[in-house]
């Protein structure tokens, strides 16, 4: 438990010092703070345009930081073997994959916040108050960060950085569209209709964790909904790290 | 203690360590040598539970390297040590020091002392990045010594150091010694192994073609003139059975 925290916590402070991400979450900042603009040009419809644009703009953020802190994070570890300093330790495979999965969760839950905080200052600035409701897309952004900073990691004790970023937005992406490819395959071939079956059982289902659309049209926001969604989050994410603790257990640094 | 038996490992089928057998007794400097690609390293990765053996067993004090808890009388220091370079070398010391039950309670001062120890407390609060190479070779072997091991293995610690830097490292190696610890060391630079070991084993090819006194091996000749008859005599008699 103890090597745990140690761990999560030097991974946590090794994340937030890097310099790409300061100039990545600069941009962020400024990208939400320009849909004042957009919201200005828009004719009337300011707030709509701010909330939908500034929720959509730090999902793909936030997306962008995590696929770009967790796809080294296990094979630079390898690569500069790092790993030899804490593996001849009494430190176990189970205890360092858990520990590099807090540490960064922890710091890109924090810069989803930091990235929150300006959202929610801009729409009070627009005029439309405390935005409660996108508490809850926030909150749902969080969880997804944690699936699928799991999923990268798993990635990233399989393959190089760059390739577990690909994986990581091929993930990504159809994660977000398996009801749509269902929908696409019902009328085409069998073969069609079962890879996309299996994409589906496979594949985390990250469209449980978007709710920005029903927020910006003022849809009520479930919270049973939300809790549901983090434990699916939970259980995909603990049975991936499993995945990659056996992964690097069995490896010969 | 440390024993090994019979141990074995190839990589994608070739022997790299074949069938070694070896005992380092508490308390002694042994000094691990052997030409370029010999095995050296791969052993060293063995002892401390980094590689599986194919085969054989290894021992420390009656412990295999595999049981995690018993890394805690451990110390290692891998050959060219890569680090955190956004950590300082005081909060990587730190980090290392808390995975150990032993020593998660140092103070600050504590881990001060032993980047004092070896030369580098004035970079204490720097950037990793910063350092030069025998600056991390010097945080390597305090990362190593963080939890007071009994066992130390380290993997060609002077390596990359100026003269000073090796008569220091030298120095706490012999410290190390007076305070009842067991060293085990992989090394190419023989005037040094000769002052400080007191056994040494010699591998070639992933066999052990030496274990012992190194005065005796030397008989009075230098340790590297003895060496290198050592392993053109190996390397001839190999000739010959192709
Ligand atoms: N992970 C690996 N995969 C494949 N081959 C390896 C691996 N690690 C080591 N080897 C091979 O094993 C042999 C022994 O390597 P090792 O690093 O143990 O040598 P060494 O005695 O430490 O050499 P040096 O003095 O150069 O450090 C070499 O031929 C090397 O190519
Ligand atoms: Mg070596």
């Known amino acids: 438990m103890k090597n745990i925290f140690v761990i999560a916590k030097n991974t946590f402070r090794a994340a937030i010092r890097d310099r790409i991400l300061h100039g990545i979450l600069v941009f962020a900042l400024l990208f939400i703070l ?75 839950a924090l810069i989803t916040l930091c990235m929150a905080a300006v959202y929610l200052g801009v729409v009070a600035y627009a005029g439309g108050g405390f935005d409660a409701p996108s508490l809850g897309a926030i909150v749902l952004q969080i969880f997804e960060a944690g699936l699928f900073v799991a999923m990268v990691m798993l990635f990233s004790s399989l393959a ?21 490819l269902l929908q696409y395959v019902q009328h085409r071939s069998i073969a069609l209709k079962a890879v996309a079956k299996a994409l ?33 989050a939970l259980l995909y994410a603990a049975v991936l790290l499993y995945l990659a603790k056996q992964l690097l257990a069995k490896k010969d640094l | 203690m440390i024993e090994i038996r019979n141990v074995r490992k190839s990589y994608e089928g070739n022997p790299v360590v074949d069938d070694l057998s070896l005992t380092v007794k508490t308390g002694s400097v042994f000094g691990f040598l052997g030409p370029n690609g010999a095995g050296k390293t791969t052993t060293i990765k063995m002892l401390v539970g980094l590689v599986r053996a194919d085969g054989g067993t290894i021992k420390i004090d009656g412990h295999e390297p595999h049981d995690t808890p018993s890394r805690e009388q451990i110390g290692f220091m891998p050959e060219d040590p890569y680090f955190y370079d956004r950590l300082t070398g005081m909060e990587f010391l730190m980090f290392c020091g808390q995975l150990f039950k032993k020593s998660y309670r140092k103070t600050e001062n504590e881990y001060g002392e ?41 993997d060609e610690p002077l390596d990359g150091l100026d003269p000073i830097g090796r008569r220091e490292i030298k120095g706490i190696i012999k410290k190390l010694h007076g305070d009842g610890k067991t060293i085990f060391f992989n090394s190419h630079v023989l005037g040094d192994v000769e002052e400080i070991c007191h056994e040494i084993g010699i591998i070639h090819r992933g066999k052990l073609v030496y274990a012992g006194d190194v005065k005796q091996f030397c008989n009075g000749r230098t340790l590297e003139e003895q060496f290198v008859t050592a392993i053109e005599q190996e390397r001839n008699s190999s000739m010959l059975t192709l």
Request: net charge positive; no cysteine.
């Open chain 1, 200 to 232: 589906y059982y496979i594949v985390p289902n990250l469209e449980k964790f978007n709710i920005r659309n029903a927020i910006v049209h003022h849809m009520p926001v479930d919270v049973g909904m939300i809790l549901l969604a983090g434990l699916y």
């Open chain 1, 160 to 180: 190089t950085p760059f390739a577990a970023a690909i994986y990581g937005i091929l993930v990504l992406y159809i994660g977000h569209s398996l009801s749509v």
């Open chain 2, 114 to 154: 032993i980047l004092k120890l070896v030369g580098i407390y004035d970079a204490a609060n720097h950037a990793i990045a910063t350092y030069s190479k025998g600056m991390k070779q010097r945080l390597g072997f305090a990362q190593a010594i963080v939890n007071d091991p009994a066992h130390v293995f380290l």
């Open chain 1, 34 to 108: 320009f849909t004042v603009f957009l919201g200005s040009i828009s004719l009337g419809e300011d707030l709509v345009v701010i909330r939908s644009i500034g929720l959509a703009g730090m999902y793909l953020f936030g997306m962008i930081i995590t696929i770009f802190l967790a796809s080294s994070l296990i094979s630079l570890e390898i690569e500069r073997r790092t790993l030899y300093l804490i593996l001849s330790k009494p430190v176990s495979t189970l205890e360092l994959v858990l520990g590099k999965f807090f540490g960064l969760f922890a710091a890109i």
